[in-house]
C-alpha cells in the first residue's frame, strides 16, 4: 500500500528537524562521513556544497525540489538530476544509488539493499542486507578462491614460458651456430661443382648441331598449338565474361528478401568466385614473351652456334669459361621451364658433376631449412604472448563449447572456428593480437554480402581455460567470453571482515 | 552491362564488375507495375487523354436517367446509365445505381454499384466468386455512423429541376449544398456558397461492366485497347482474371487549390506533386497498392507497404477531404491547371484522377471549413487514433536481431548502466524456432517468461515480430490448426494458397473471416504464449501481404479469400484486417491493458489499432529527410502514430547521423531505433563521445515531454487532430506555409521543430508561418514576423521555437521508463503570447489499462490572463466516482515548478506569488533571470505546491 504525503508534510518528512534544533538531524541519502557538511550556520541557512555563493534555509535541504546545480541539497530525493543517494545498507557494504532511481517504485536491491530508496512506500521494499550480505561473501570466498586458484595456475603457466623461452633462446644461439657452419659448406660445394663442370665440359655440347634441329622442328609444333590454344583461350574469355555479366546482373538485381535458396546460393557462389580470382595478368604476361622473344632467341641461336663455339671455350681463362657456362645454363633451364627443351639427362653428366651437385643441393637445402627455423624462433621470441609471456605456454590450446547449432573453438593465439552439426567448420579469424585482456582473430571466412569473419574474445581470471558464453552481436562478429588463468592477478591479502553495524 | 573489350585485361574488367557491384540502394523497379503494365490504369488514363484531347467536344457516354431518382431520408438515389455501344459485349446499356447520402456526421458518401452484378445470377459468371462488386472496404475502414441526416433539404427551383438539376443543403446549418447534374454527369459540392469539390467535372467517370470473355478475341475492339482485359502476365506470373475487366475511375476537381496532400504512404514531398510530368513533377500516378517494396527510393510516387485513399485540398480560408474507400489496387493522376491561362490572378485548380482495379464506387466528401474539423469529420468516419499506453510512447530499442535471453538482459542492463530511459525491447524474426511464430528457439531463448520478469522489474515491455505467414511444416501445431480448419487464403481452385516467405513454403491466415480471428486469440492465449506475461506487445510485419515468389511480392491476385472475394478485391485492406485480429487477440488475453501492436501495412482505419512505421529505409541524410513529409502525410490521413527507423534500417550510419537522426527521433510519434541483421550494432552508447551524450539528451527530452505527448494522443484519439502537425493547422492563411514539409509543430505543445537533416549543418532556416512571437526552446532568444529565421544549429542542438500563446506540461525527473515516471511531479511550461496570454490542457490517466474510457483520468485547462496576472487550472472534465478515484491515485502529484517564459518582470511586485487551492493561499518564491538583449525573460515559480489534481491560482 502507497502512502500518501500531502505536500504540506513533505518538508517536514524529508529533513524531519526544525531549523533551529539544537540536536543534528540526520540527512536522508547522505553518509555518516557526510553528514557534518549538511551542518546550518548559526542562522540556520547552508550553502549548496560546491556553490558557496547559493545560500538556502537549511529547510531546502531535501525538500524534493532542486536548487543546488550540483545537486547537493536533494541528496535524498529525486528532485535533482546526477545526484547521489547513499544507502547505508547495515550488514553489508555501503553503497550510492543515482538518485533518479529514488522513489520510483523499484526496489533497487543490487545497490541499495536495505530498500531505503524506496522510503515513500510507492512500494514497499523490505531490508534483504542479511541474504545480500550472505550472497556476497559466498560470492567473495568464491572469487578469493578461484582468484588464488587461478594465480597458482598462472605462475605455472608463467613458468612453463619462461622455460619455453629459454629453450628457444638456447636454440637460436645453437642456429646460428649451425648455419655459418652450413654457409661455409654451401661455399665450398659450389666452388668444387665449378670445377667439376669446366673439367667435363669439352665432352658436352658438341653434338649441339643435331639437338638444335630437333628443338627447332619441336618449337614450331609448340608454337602451333600455343596459337591454337591462344585462340581457344579467347574464345573461352569471351564466353567467360558474358557468364559474368548474366551472373553480375543476377546478384545485383535478385531480390534478397525472395528467400529463393537456390538464387541465394548462386549469388554467394559467384561472389566467392570472384572473390577467389586468381588473377591472370601473369598469364597473360607469359604468353606475350613466349610468343614474341621465342623466334628472335632462336633465330639468333641458328645463326650464332656454331658447333666449334663450344670447342673455343676450352682455349678461354677458367674465368671466362665459368661465365660463358652460366648463361649457357640460364638460357638452358629458360627453355625447359617451357618445355622447349628436354631436361638434361642425368646421364648426359659425369659422375664427377653429378657428385658435386648433388653436394651443393644438399648444402643449400640444409641452409635453407636452418634458416627458416631461426626465423621461426626469432619471431616467436619477439611475439607477443601478454604480460609475463604468459600466453606462450597457452599458444596452440583449444577450448570449445556448444552454443545453438554450432561448436564454437578458440585456440590460444592460433584461430577460432565455428563448427556445425553437419558441414565443415567455418573459419571466424586467425590470432592477430592480445589488447586490453582481449584476443582478437581477424581475417576469418568471408560472409556472404558482408566482411571477413573476425571474433574478440573477452577473457577474465578462472582456475582453468573455459570459455563461458559465444554471441554474434553483428553479423560476422563474434564475442567469445572465456576465463583463463593467464588473466589472474595475484589476489590482495585477505580483508578484514566487514563491519558489522 | 557493356560487354568488355576482349583487349581489356580481365583483371581491369573484374575491378570494374567489383564497383558495379557496390551496393545502390534503389527498388527493384522491375518488380512493380507502372501504370503502363497495369491494363485497368493504361486504359483509364487513355481515357483521360482521349477526353482531353476532344475538350469542349468530349461527351462520355454516362448521365443520370432522371426518371430514377429520388430524394428520401437524406439520400438522393438513381441510375447512371452508360450508353455507347460495346464492342466486348453488345450491349446497348449499362446501368450503375448510386445513392448519394449526406450523413449525420457531415459528410456526403457518393456509392455507385453494377445493377447486373447485384440482380439475379449472371449466366456464366465464376462459380466460386461472389458475383456483387466488392462493396466491404467500408465495413473495414469506416466504424462511424453511416446514419443519413434527414434534415437534408431539397432546395431544387423549378428552373433547376427543368434542366435535370438536383439541389441540396445539408450539414450544420446547411452551410453544406450538392448541386447533381444529369447530363453530363456531375456532383458540385459547396460551402457558404462556394464551389469546393466537383466530381466528374473532366467527365473522367468510368466503370467497367461485366462481360464474359469473348469466345473469340479477334473480335475485341475498342477505341481504346483491350490488351489483357481477361487475363493478364506479369513478371512471368499469370493472373487468371476470372470476372475480366472491372474497374472504376472518378475524376474530382478541387477549384481554386493548388495544394493537395494525403494519400500515403509514399516517400515523397507532403504537397503532392502533378504526375503527367514537367519539371519536378512525377510521370507516373501516385499508387496505392501495399507492397513489401525492399529498398525504397525517395521522392517517388510508387507504392509503399500501405494505403489510405484520403486526400485533403487546403488553400487560404478553407479546408476540404475527400476519402475513396475502395481497397483494390488505385492509382491517382493529379494536375493542376488555371481555367484559363492568360487569366492574371485566377488561382490554379487540382484536379484528381481515381482510378481503381475493382469494387463498387464508395466515396467520402467532407467540406471542412478548417483543417482540424476536415480530421474530425474523417475520424468520425474511420475512427480515431486509439490512444496508447503511455509506455508505448517513450522510446524503442529495436534490432534484427537480440540473438538470446543474455543478450536482450545485456542491452537492457546498458540502458540503466548508459542512463537512458527506454521502454521496450523487441525481438525480429530470429528469436523463432525456424521462423515459426508462437515458437521459441530454445537454444537461444531457454526461458523467455524470466527474461519477461527481468524486463518488467523496471517496468520495460518486450515486444515479439508475428507475421501472417505460417509455416507449413508437419507438426507445427500453428499450422495444423490453421490448415485443417481451412481458416487460410486459397487458390482459386479452392486449395490452400501456399507461398514463400521467411520460413520457407508458408500460409496466409485469412483474417477477413471471423473464425480466423478466433483461432488468432487462441494462439496468443495465457500460458500458450509467453506464459502469463503481460508486458507482451506485438509486431506485425511483411502484413501486405509480404510474398516472395508472388507477383509483386504479394499474393497472387486470384486468390480467394473469406466471402468469397477475390484478393485483388481486399488486398489493400488485408494488412488491417491482419492488425485487427492481433489487438483482439492481446486484448482477450489482457483485458483490461490497452494492446500495442506496430504495423508496416495498412489503410483507413488501421489508425484504431496502433502504431505503424515507414518501413525498410536505409542510414543515409535522404532517409532522414524524407521522414518529415512522410511523417506529415500519415498525419493528415489520420495516422497520427508513426514513426521512422532512427537510424536508417539499411546500412550503418555515421555518428553525426546517428545523433541527429535520434534528435529527429525524439519528435516521432513513435520512436524506435531499428537495424538491418548484416549492419553494425549502433545501441546510443556504441557510438562514444560526444554523440552518446547528445542521443541520451535527445531520448530524455522526449520522456521529458511524455506528459504533452500523451496530451496530444489523448486529443487524437478524441477529435483527430495529429500529433504532428503541418504549418497550416495555426497558420491556416497563409498560402506560402502550404509547402513547407520540412518543419512541423508537436502537438499541442506549440513547440515548432525543424530536424537537422543535413550532413554537417551547424545552422538553419526556421520558417515563421505567423505573426506570433516565437522564442527559442532552450535559450529564449526572440523571433517574430512571418518568414525564414536563422538559427544556430550546432551537433548539440535541436532548433525548437516555442510558439507564443501555448502551456504544456514536463516531467523534469528522468527515470529508467515512462511507467516509473507516473508518480513525479509535473512542471507547467508558459510561453506568452504578443499579448501576454497562453493556454494549454493536461490529460492524465494510469496510462496502461481501459479504466480511462470508464471515466478514470484528469483533463485539465490552465490559462494565463494577462490582464490580471492570474495562471489558472480548471478542470474539463465531469467528475464521477471513477475520476475521483483515479484523482486519489495521484494525489500525491504536485506541480514542482512553473516556468514562464515571456513575463515583463516590471509586472511583478517582489520576489514571491500568491497561490490559492482549496481555499488555502500561501506565498511562494519566484526567481527571474535577467533579460538579455534579444531574449525573453523567464520567471520560474519554485515548489508552488499545488496539485495536479484540484483547481487552483497563481497570482503573479
Given amino acids: ?501 | 552491362m557493356a560487354a568488355f573489350a576482349r583487349k581489356g585485361t580481365i583483371l581491369t574488367a573484374l575491378v570494374f564488375v567489383f564497383l558495379m557491384a557496390a551496393p545502390a540502394l534503389s527498388a527493384k523497379k522491375y518488380l512493380f507495375k507502372t501504370c503502363e503494365q497495369a491494363p485497368f490504369c493504361r486504359r483509364n488514363r487513355a481515357y483521360a487523354d482521349l477526353a482531353e484531347s476532344k475538350s469542349a467536344a468530349w461527351d462520355p457516354p454516362y448521365a443520370i436517367d432522371p426518371s430514377t431518382v429520388s430524394f428520401d431520408g437524406g439520400v438522393f438515389q438513381g441510375s447512371i446509365v452508360k450508353t455507347d455501344t460495346d464492342p466486348t459485349s453488345g450491349q446497348s446499356t449499362v446501368e450503375f445505381p448510386f445513392q448519394l447520402a449526406f450523413l449525420e456526421s457531415g459528410s456526403a458518401r457518393f456509392v455507385v454499384d453494377e445493377k447486373q452484378r447485384v440482380q439475379s445470377p449472371i449466366p456464366g459468371f465464376p462459380e466460386g466468386l461472389t458475383q456483387r462488386r466488392y462493396n466491404e472496404a467500408s465495413k473495414w475502414a469506416v466504424t462511424g455512423d453511416l446514419t443519413p441526416d434527414i434534415g437534408a433539404a431539397d432546395v431544387t427551383t423549378d428552373d433547376e429541376r427543368k434542366n435535370d438539376i438536383f439541389h441540396v443543403r445539408y450539414g450544420r446549418d446547411r452551410h453544406f449544398e450538392a448541386i447533381v447534374q444529369s447530363k453530363p454527369l456531375q456532383i458540385a459540392f459547396y460551402r457558404d456558397g462556394e464551389t469546393h469539390v466537383i466530381l466528374n467535372d473532366r467527365g473522367l467517370f468510368n466503370m467497367d461492366g461485366y462481360r464474359p470473355k469473348p469466345t473469340d478475341p479477334t473480335s475485341l475492339s475498342d477505341t481504346l485497347d483491350v490488351k489483357d482485359m481477361w487475363e493478364e502476365n506479369f513478371g512471368g506470373k499469370e493472373d487468371k482474371k476470372p470476372k475480366g475487366p472491372e474497374s472504376i475511375a472518378l475524376d474530382v476537381t478541387f477549384p481554386g487549390y493548388e495544394h493537395v496532400f494525403g494519400i500515403p504512404e509514399h516517400a515523397d514531398r507532403f504537397s503532392l506533386r502533378e504526375t503527367r510530368g514537367g519539371d519536378g513533377n512525377h510521370d507516373e500516378p501516385y499508387r496505392l497498392f501495399n507492397v513489401d517494396i525492399f529498398e525504397y527510393e525517395v521522392n517517388s510516387p510508387m507504392a509503399m507497404y500501405g494505403a489510405i485513399p484520403f486526400m485533403q485540398a487546403h488553400k487560404k480560408g478553407s479546408s476540404v477531404a475527400i476519402f475513396w474507400a475502395n481497397a483494390a489496387e488505385t492509382w491517382i493522376d493529379i494536375t493542376k491547371n488555371k481555367p484559363n491561362p492568360e487569366a492574371l490572378g485566377v488561382r490554379k485548380s487540382t484536379q484528381t484522377h481515381w482510378i481503381s482495379e475493382s469494387g463498387v464506387m464508395d466515396l467520402y466528401v467532407m467540406l471542412g471549413p478548417d483543417p482540424s474539423s476536415v480530421y474530425q469529420q474523417y475520424g468520425l468516419l474511420t475512427g480515431f487514433t486509439t490512444l496508447p499506453p503511455i509506455y508505448a510512447l517513450g522510446y524503442h530499442q529495436c534490432r534484427w536481431n537480440y540473438n538470446s535471453e543474455e543478450d536482450v538482459l545485456e542491452v537492457d542492463a546498458n540502458f540503466d548502466l548508459y542512463d537512458i530511459p527506454y521502454d521496450a525491447i523487441w525481438l525480429d524474426i530470429e528469436y523463432t524456432d525456424g521462423k515459426k511464430y508462437f515458437t521459441w528457439l530454445k537454444s537461444m531463448f531457454p526461458t523467455p517468461e524470466k527474461m519477461m520478469q527481468a524486463l518488467d522489474k523496471r517496468k520495460r515491455k518486450l515486444v515479439t515480430i508475428i507475421d501472417p505467414h505460417i509455416k507449413k511444416e508437419a507438426g507445427y501445431k500453428v499450422y495444423e490448426s490453421l490448415s485443417k480448419n481451412e481458416l487460410a487464403v486459397k487458390t482459386d481452385s479452392g486449395e490452400e494458397f501456399n507461398g514463400w516467405c521467411w520460413p520457407g513454403e508458408s500460409a496466409w491466415i485469412d483474417t477477413l473471416n471471423p473464425k480466423a480471428v478466433e483461432y488468432w486469440k487462441d494462439q496468443f492465449k495465457i500460458g500458450k504464449f509467453c506464459g502469463h506475461e503481460s508486458n507482451l506487445l506485438i509486431w506485425n510485419d511483411m502484413n501486405e501481404p509480404s510474398v516472395f515468389n508472388g507477383p509483386e511480392v504479394s499474393a497472387p491476385r486470384d486468390t480467394v479469400h473469406y466471402g468469397n472475394w477475390e484478393h485483388r478485391d481486399v488486398h489493400n485492406v488485408y494488412g488491417l484486417t491482419f492488425v485487427n485480429a492481433t489487438v483482439q487477440a492481446l486484448q482477450a488475453r489482457h483485458p483490461r491493458h490497452r494492446p500495442f501492436v506496430l504495423t508496416r501495412s495498412f489503410f483507413a482505419g488501421s489508425q484504431r489499432f496502433g502504431a505503424v512505421w515507414t518501413g525498410d529505409n536505409a542510414a543515409t541524410w535522404d532517409y532522414l529527410k524524407i521522414v518529415t513529409p512522410m511523417l506529415l502525410s500519415h498525419s493528415v490521413a489520420g495516422f497520427s502514430f508513426v514513426g521512422a527507423d532512427v537510424g536508417g534500417f539499411f546500412g550503418n550510419p555515421t555518428s553525426e547521423l546517428l545523433t541527429r537522426w535520434y534528435q529527429a527521433g525524439a519528435f516521432y510519434p513513435f520512436f524506435r531505433g531499428h537495424a538491418h541483421i548484416e549492419s553494425k550494432r549502433r545501441e546510443p552508447w556504441l557510438p562514444g563521445e560526444p554523440y552518446t551524450s547528445l542521443i541520451r539528451t535527445a531520448i530524455k527530452m522526449r520522456y521529458q515531454l511524455l506528459p504533452s505527448v500523451y496530451t496530444a494522443f489523448h486529443r487524437a484519439s478524441f477529435d483527430g487532430v495529429p500529433i504532428v502537425r503541418p504549418m497550416f493547422l495555426l497558420a491556416p492563411d497563409n498560402e506560402d506555409a502550404l509547402g513547407i514539409d520540412d518543419q512541423f509543430f508537436f502537438g499541442e505543445t506549440g513547440l515548432l521543430v525543424k530536424p537537422i537533416v543535413e550532413e554537417g549543418a551547424t545552422s538553419t532556416e526556421i520558417y515563421l508561418p505567423d505573426e506570433e512571437i516565437y522564442y527559442d526552446y532552450l535559450d529564449q532568444t526572440i523571433y517574430k514576423g512571418i518568414g525564414y529565421k536563422h538559427i544556430d544549429a550546432p551537433l548539440e542542438k535541436i532548433p525548437i521555437l516555442a510558439r507564443g500563446g501555448h502551456i504544456f506540461v514536463r516531467r523534469d525527473r528522468y527515470r529508467r521508463s515512462a511507467t516509473l515516471m507516473s508518480h513525479d511531479p509535473l512542471t507547467l511550461v508558459v510561453h506568452l503570447d504578443k499579448n501576454g496570454d497562453a493556454a494549454g490542457v493536461l490529460y492524465l490517466d494510469d496510462g496502461e489499462t481501459t479504466a480511462h474510457s470508464r471515466g478514470a483520468y484528469l483533463h485539465r485547462f490552465f490559462m494565463f490572463n494577462a490582464q490580471d496576472n492570474i495562471l489558472r487550472s480548471r478542470s474539463m472534465q465531469a467528475s464521477s466516482a471513477a475520476s475521483k478515484s483515479f484523482e486519489k491515485s495521484i494525489d500525491d502529484v504536485r506541480i514542482e515548478k512553473i516556468v514562464v517564459v515571456g513575463l515583463d518582470p516590471g509586472k511583478l511586485k517582489n520576489h514571491a506569488v500568491e497561490a490559492f487551492q482549496d481555499r488555502k493561499s500561501w506565498s511562494t518564491d519566484i526567481h527571474i533571470t535577467e533579460v538579455a538583449a534579444g531574449k525573453a525573460s523567464v520567471v520560474t515559480v519554485r515548489d508552488p505546491k499545488v496539485l495536479v489534481t484540484g483547481d487552483w491560482s497563481i497570482q503573479f
Avoid at chain 1, 26 to 32: A, C, F, L, T
Avoid at chain 1, 226 to 243: F, P, Q, Y
Wanted: proline residues 4%.
Fill in chain 1, 1 to 501: 500500500m502507497r502512502i500518501t504525503i500531502t505536500a504540506v508534510t513533505l518538508v517536514l518528512a524529508y529533513t524531519g528537524l526544525e531549523v533551529l534544533a539544537a540536536k543534528p538531524v540526520h540527512i536522508r541519502g547522505v553518509s555518516e562521513a557526510d553528514q557534518s557538511l549538511y551542518q546550518p550556520d548559526e542562522n540556520g541557512n547552508w550553502a549548496c556544497l560546491n556553490r558557496p555563493d547559493i545560500v538556502l534555509p537549511i529547510s531546502r535541504v531535501n525538500d524534493d525540489y532542486c536548487d543546488c546545480p550540483d545537486g547537493s541539497d536533494e541528496p535524498g530525493t529525486s528532485a535533482c538530476p546526477g545526484a547521489k543517494f547513499y544507502c547505508a545498507n547495515k550488514g553489508h557494504v555501503a553503497a550510492f544509488l543515482p538518485s533518479s532511481r529514488v522513489n520510483d517504485g523499484v526496489c533497487d536491491y543490487e545497490i541499495c539493499c536495505d530498500g531505503s530508496d524506496e522510503w515513500a512506500g510507492i512500494v514497499k521494499c523490505e531490508n534483504k542486507c542479511r541474504e545480500f550480505a550472505a550472497e556476497y561473501a559466498k560470492k567473495q570466498a568464491e572469487i578469493r578462491k578461484t582468484q588464488a586458484a587461478g594465480w597458482n595456475a598462472r605462475a605455472k603457466l608463467v613458468a612453463k614460458a619462461a622455460g619455453m623461452r629459454q629453450a628457444l633462446e638456447k636454440e637460436l644461439v645453437q642456429l646460428e651456430t649451425q648455419i655459418a657452419v652450413s654457409e661455409a659448406r654451401i661455399a665450398k660445394a659450389r666452388e668444387a661443382l665449378k670445377i667439376a663442370e669446366v673439367q667435363s665440359s669439352s665432352r658436352v655440347g658438341t653434338k649441339g648441331s643435331p639437338l638444335l634441329g630437333r628443338v627447332k622442328a619441336r618449337i614450331e609444333q609448340y608454337q602451333k598449338a600455343t596459337k591454337a590454344l591462344a585462340e581457344r583461350t579467347g574464345i573461352l574469355e569471351a564466353r567467360l565474361e558474358l557468364a559474368q555479366e548474366i551472373l553480375q546482373r543476377l546478384s545485383e538485381e535478385y531480390n534478397p528478401n525472395y528467400n529463393d535458396e537456390g538464387v541465394k546460393a548462386a549469388v554467394k557462389a559467384y561472389q566467392e568466385f570472384k572473390e577467389s580470382d586468381p588473377g591472370d595478368g601473369d598469364y597473360l604476361h607469359d604468353i606475350a614473351i613466349s610468343e614474341a622473344d621465342d623466334e628472335e632467341l632462336f633465330s639468333e641461336e641458328e645463326i650464332d652456334v656454331d658447333p666449334d663455339v663450344v670447342e673455343y671455350e676450352s682455349y678461354l681463362p677458367l674465368q671466362w669459361r665459368l661465365w660463358i657456362h652460366d648463361q649457357k645454363t640460364k638460357l638452358r633451364e629458360f627453355l625447359v621451364e617451357r618445355g622447349l627443351l628436354a631436361e638434361r639427362k642425368p646421364s648426359g653428366e659425369t659422375a664427377s658433376v653429378a657428385h658435386a651437385k648433388k653436394e651443393r643441393d644438399a648444402a643449400e637445402n640444409q641452409n635453407r631449412e636452418l634458416k627458416s627455423k631461426r626465423d621461426n624462433v626469432a619471431k616467436d621470441l619477439t611475439a607477443d604472448f601478454g604480460d609475463d609471456d604468459v600466453f606462450r605456454a597457452l599458444a596452440g590450446e583449444c577450448i570449445d563449447i556448444e552454443s545453438g547449432e554450432f561448436t564454437y573453438e578458440m585456440c590460444f593465439n592460433d584461430k577460432a572456428t565455428q563448427k556445425g552439426k553437419s558441414g565443415g567448420p567455418t573459419k571466424l579469424g586467425n590470432f592477430d593480437k592480445i589488447d586490453g585482456g582481449k584476443m582478437y582473430f581477424t581475417n576469418g571466412a568471408k560472409c556472404w554480402n558482408g566482411p571477413h569473419r573476425s571474433a574478440v574474445v573477452e577473457m577474465q581470471c578462472g582456475e582453468k581455460n573455459k570459455i563461458l558464453s559465444v554471441s554474434e552481436p553483428a553479423m560476422c562478429e563474434y564475442s567469445l567470453k572465456i576465463v583463463t588463468p593467464a588473466l589472474c592477478t595475484k589476489p590482495e591479502a585477505e580483508s578484514k571482515p566487514k563491519d558489522e553495524l
